[in-house]
T-cell receptor, first 115, second 114 residues
Framework: AQSVTQPDIHITVSEGASLELRCNYSYGATPYLFWYVQSPGQGLQLLLKYFSGDTLVQGIKGFEAEFKRSQSSFNLRKPSVHWSDAAEYFCAVLMNSGGYQKVTFGTGTKLQVIP | KAGVTQTPRYLIKTRGQQVTLSCSPISGHRSVSWYQQTPGQGLQFLFEYFSETQRNKGNFPGRFSGRQFSNSRSEMNVSTLELGDSALYLC?????????????FGPGTRLLVL
């Protein structure tokens, strides 16, 4: 079955520390991959996306993600976390299902940043 | 440009009623997608409209329907509301229906079904 897994429900990091959020997908074809961020009471904002080409993708707010086909992963990274990065992060995959294209989201990872 | 706007922002309904939510996309955007977000099921894709036609759909029952007008504004309707329909409903717009196009999300409509 096609699915997206974010194994970490909640992550706490210290401000200034590095961050890696994990995302694994199950899909037979080459997927379109996305990372979104949602701040409390807000809609989603696209951080970055991967369709093809260079497997290391740069996004907004200093985030990057690397697509690893062999591991079916698309992990999000940031070298130095700021307090304003505290939010919930969603990995998403665009898949074909039943003749339709639809976006499947992971369950999200809540990031807490401590001083 | 103004962002995606959704009305109303909050709504309380009772079981069995129906509800209509509205989404105004960013000016010039022709594709509108709808999503449901709940604590239990997470974010789920409902459907996408482009040029007044439903292009893609998720796995929701027929009680959930939508439409898009010639000015690209979209409405989502839920009939015979159930308690489980309580959720944040998000709308997103993009310039066209290609997956490469960035989707811009609105703040959502929070629906509570009693």
């Amino acid at each position: 079955a096609q699915s997206v897994t974010q194994p970490d429900i909640h992550i706490t990091v210290s401000e200034g520390a590095s961050l890696e959020l994990r995302c694994n997908y199950s899909y037979g074809a080459t997927p379109y991959l996305f990372w979104y961020v949602q701040s409390p009471g807000q809609g989603l904002q696209l951080l970055l996306k991967y369709f093809s080409g260079d497997t290391l993708v740069q996004g907004i707010k200093g985030f990057e993600a690397e697509f690893k086909r062999s591991q079916s992963s698309f992990n999000l990274r940031k070298p130095s976390v700021h307090w304003s990065d505290a939010a919930e992060y969603f990995c998403a995959v665009l898949m074909n299902s039943g003749g339709y294209q639809k976006v499947t989201f992971g369950t999200g990872t809540k990031l807490q940043v401590i001083p | 440009k103004a962002g995606v706007t959704q009305t109303p922002r909050y709504l309380i309904k009772t079981r069995g009623q129906q509800v209509t939510l509205s989404c105004s996309p960013i000016s010039g955007h022709r594709s509108v997608s709808w999503y449901q977000q709940t604590p239990g099921q997470g974010l789920q894709f409902l459907f996408e409209y482009f040029s007044e036609t439903q292009r893609n759909k998720g796995n929701f029952p027929g009680r959930f329907s939508g439409r898009q007008f010639s000015n690209s504004r979209s409405e989502m309707n839920v009939s015979t509301l159930e308690l489980g329909d309580s959720a944040l409903y998000l709308c997103a717009s993009s310039s066209d229906s290609r997956p490469q196009e960035t989707q811009y999300f609105g703040p959502g409509t929070r629906l509570l079904v009693l």
